[in-house]
């Protein structure tokens, strides 16, 4: 059971489009984000909403000051460290309502101001995966998604929110890091059109990285084995 508690800073009025996010001890990387997602120029009625997933100390109480400056819904769900974030951003997609779902990091900034109208401009049974690149010292280093690298993988990307549950939405089984977004990945591919934009363009904020990470999500790339072999074997997909 998570103890969730939530903040209600976000005003009344039904939104079309919900920016979804999870995040864990980010600081001053989701302000940049944040702030860059506040710069869209667009008529499309839209909300913010970040789900924090276990922060302590500092970076909870920074999170929750962010949030109310760029007029996003904070949610807390205590947690202790580092863990699959495929909890948090199913509570992120269920508190959300838009009818479409744009899905990113925390840590990846809008470059473009049409980045939500460009997003939302799907149908159903369609996913938009944004252009995404590592960005560091003011430089781009590596390509995350996009055209030349197809990931159906959402560092920055959109779908229709019932195209999201019809699929089960992000696969709680998963509680070790990593993998959850290679089984929601599976699942696009399985049911849903990809189209990899090159009008939205994202830049992931470069940032140290576990010098363990292999051991950390060896337990989920096991379970992700074990899932697409059964996949595979009962040719199921649809949730």
């Not at 103890?3 to 009344?12: A, F, H």
């Not at 101001?113 to 560091?136: C, H, M, Q, S, W």
Request: hydrophobic share 35%.
């Amino acid at each position: 059971m998570h103890d969730i508690k939530y903040n209600l800073s976000y005003p009344d009025g039904i939104p079309f489009v919900s920016v979804v996010m999870s995040t864990y001890h980010k600081g001053t990387f989701i302000k940049q984000t944040l702030e860059s997602i506040r710069k869209n120029e667009t008529k499309i009625p839209y909300e913010i909403i970040v789900v924090d997933d276990g922060s302590v100390n500092w970076d909870r109480h920074f999170h929750l000051d962010i949030c109310y400056d760029y007029g996003a819904q904070y949610t807390f769900v205590d947690g202790r460290g580092y863990r699959n974030p495929a909890v948090a951003r199913n509570i992120a997609c269920r508190q959300a309502r838009g009818e479409i779902l744009i899905m990113q990091s925390d840590d990846v900034i809008h470059t473009r101001p049409d980045t939500i109208d460009v997003l939302a401009n799907l149908k159903r049974g369609e996913v938009n995966i944004a252009t995404v690149y590592n960005f560091k010292d003011g430089k781009r280093t590596q390509l995350y998604t996009g055209k030349d690298y197809q990931r159906p993988f959402f560092f920055l990307g959109a779908m229709y929110k019932d195209d999201f549950w019809n699929i089960g939405g992000n696969d709680e089984d998963f509680t070790s890091p990593g993998y959850e977004d290679n089984m929601l990945g599976e699942m696009i591919l399985r049911n849903y059109t990809v189209n990899y934009l090159d009008e939205a363009i994202g830049h992931h904020q470069w940032h140290i990285r576990p010098t363990d990470l292999g051991r950390l999500v060896y337990p989920s790339r096991v379970l992700f084995e074990k899932k697409m072999q059964e996949l595979n074997e009962t040719g199921k997909d649809l949730e």
